[in-house]
């Protein structure tokens, strides 16, 4: 199941969001905690930050080991849930100078058919838990948008990041 150099067998260990391997951060005002290669596998060894229980944790660990590392700024973190009670994962992109919530999803063009996947910031749900979901809304349609790589067409969403590996080979650079 791993991938990327993940291990599955790292020791049981009890996760805190202070561990070397997690790093704190804020998205839109709400704490959020990233873990680092090594945070990764203490997490599956423990699923939980300070005592408190990770969702969805083997599917976003494997995603995570897999895909995530080989792209810089793009990170997997939790959020705690409103009720506090469960960690709630997070695709994050560093924009150099804060961390903008996301949705990593593969997406087709309408016009050249061009399909790939994308970081798009603009998604009902997205902002949950946000401090105020209207500012971060706005200042995420603030981010530099991008069209499609073959044809320059908006596509769906606002796509501040486009997977370099599905670009067109003259075209290797976001």
Known sequence: MGGAGCSLTAPEVSVKSTDQNIMVGTVDSQPIVI???????????????????????????????????????LRMGFVLAPTGKTWI???VFWTGDR???VIVETVQCRRCLWR??????????????AANVEDAMKRARELPGLGCPQCGLTLLGHVIWINPEDLPASDAKV
């Open 35 to 73: 873990p680092d290669e090594k945070g990764w596998e203490m997490l599956l060894e423990a699923p939980e930050i300070d005592t408190i229980p990770v969702s969805a944790m083997i599917y976003v660990y494997r995603r995570f080991c897999d895909e995530f590392p080989k792209f810089p700024g």
């Open 89 to 91: 994962s997070m695709a």
């Open 99 to 101: 961390w903008q919530r």
């Open 116 to 129: 790939g996947t994308v970081a798009q910031t603009i998604r009902s749900g997205l902002y949950f838990g």
